[in-house]
Structure formats: structure tokens, C-alpha cells
């Protein structure tokens, strides 16, 4: 939901809870994971650990083969769109280990689709991958500002892998502090975000795609 409007048709909790909160008898849930991404960035690789906390559930355990036949079901109904592996019961204290686990301190895998106002080139490719360890300066991206408070913050970009796709396309892949504004990096969000990625190669960037591949830490 955004300004009390739906955005899309469903979400990971939704998806989560049509099952796990019937066979426990919950009223409702919370979901809470180790950081979190925009709604049109998948989650891909290995996924992200989750803890679903079920409010004022009828039962409190389930044997290890209906978690495996809740799994099975969460995986067959979304077709794809969710899945999950490894469910357990846990301890409410694991909640603010999840959290700590988003911090700043990890590391992030993106791969990214860009698209560039010019010709790319193999001159582009070898500008990105030498740039090193990047620092970067951001200030809160103005699509979010309108609910986050205006600041400037620092988050690094550690490496950068490129691919040419097409005459202006490239296939990005980014190691990055957990916390960085990846859309921004690419397209500077209007000078908000420096250096960015059409800064570096003297053009207009636009990104196309984002998916996490990685969870690092």
C-alpha cells in the first residue's frame, strides 16, 4: 500500500500468510527480514532469511512435516513469484538478529540493466571495472522523500563487473554496502547521487532492471 492505495496484487507476506497463518490459527502477522528491497527488484540467488510472526495463534507448534507441506504449497501457489525452503518454528528473539543482519556493515549483490544515452563501448566496460572501490554520497533519493527525512549519506560500491548488451545497453553487476541507493547510483538521481554511473562514463544512464543475486556476511 502507498498513500492508501494498492500497488500491486499482492505481496511476500500476503503470500506467506495465506497458508502459514491458517494452519496456525493466527488473527494476523508480521513480517520482519534481513533487509528489505523496492517491489519491482527481485530477490534472486540464495534469498534472504525471514521471521513471519504470527499474532495470537490458536496453536503454537506444527510437527516437520507440515512446515514441509506449508513450504509445498507456499512454492506450488505463487508459481515462482515466492518461493521459500527451510521453515521452522523460532523464537521471537531472532527478530532483532534479522534486523542487525540488514545493517550496514553487509554486503550486497546487484545485477542491473542499463541503458545509456550514446554508444557503449569497451573503453565504457574497462572505465567501470577500474574504478575501484567507490564512495559514494547520497542524498535521500526524491522518490522516497516525501517519507524519509532529507540526509546525505555515505555507502560504498566495492566492485563493478560490465557487459555490453547492445549498442547502448549494459549488463551491470555491483557489490555494494547494504543501505546504497543502487537506482540512484546509476542515474544520479539529478546530482543527488555522486558519483554515479553516468557521470563516470560522461553521459546520460537510465536503469532498466534490478535484481539481488547475493546476500554477503
Keep these: 500500500m502507498l498513500d492508501g492505495e494498492r500497488k500491486c496484487a499482492s505481496s511476500v507476506q500476503e503470500e506467506l500468510e495465506k497458508k502459514i497463518a491458517a494452519t496456525f490459527g493466527a488473527s494476523s502477522s508480521r513480517f520482519h527480514a534481513a533487509g528489505r528491497e523496492d517491489v519491482d527488484v527481485r530477490m534472486l540467488g540464495g534469498g534472504r532469511p525471514f521471521v513471519l510472526e504470527l499474532l495470537e495463534p490458536k496453536a503454537a507448534e506444527q510437527p516437520a512435516a507440515a512446515l514441509a507441506a506449508i513450504e509445498a504449497q507456499i512454492n506450488g501457489d505463487a ?126 544512464a537510465d536503469i532498466l532492471q534490478l535484481d539481488v543475486v547475493g546476500l554477503q556476511g
Design 79 to 204: 508459481a515462482g513469484v515466492v518461493e521459500v525452503s527451510g521453515l521452522r518454528v523460532c523464537d521471537a528473539s531472532l527478530i532483532g538478529g534479522l534486523l542487525k543482519e540488514g545493517e550496514e556493515s553487509h554486503r550486497k549483490d546487484y545485477r542491473c540493466v542499463v541503458r545509456l544515452s550514446r554508444r557503449v563501448g569497451a573503453a565504457d566496460v574497462a572505465a567501470l571495472e577500474g574504478c575501484g572501490e567507490l564512495l559514494l554520497r547520497q542524498k535521500t533519493p526524491l522518490r522516497v522523500l516525501h517519507r524519509r527525512t532529507q540526509a546525505v549519506r555515505e555507502r560504498a560500491v566495492y566492485a563493478m563487473e560490465a557487459k555490453i548488451l547492445g549498442p547502448r545497453f549494459l549488463l551491470l553487476d555491483l557489490t555494494t554496502q547494504a543501505g546504497t541507493y543502487v537506482k540512484e547510483f546509476v542515474h544520479g538521481d539529478l546530482g543527488r547521487t555522486t558519483p554515479n554511473v553516468g557521470a563516470l562514463l560522461g553521459c546520460e
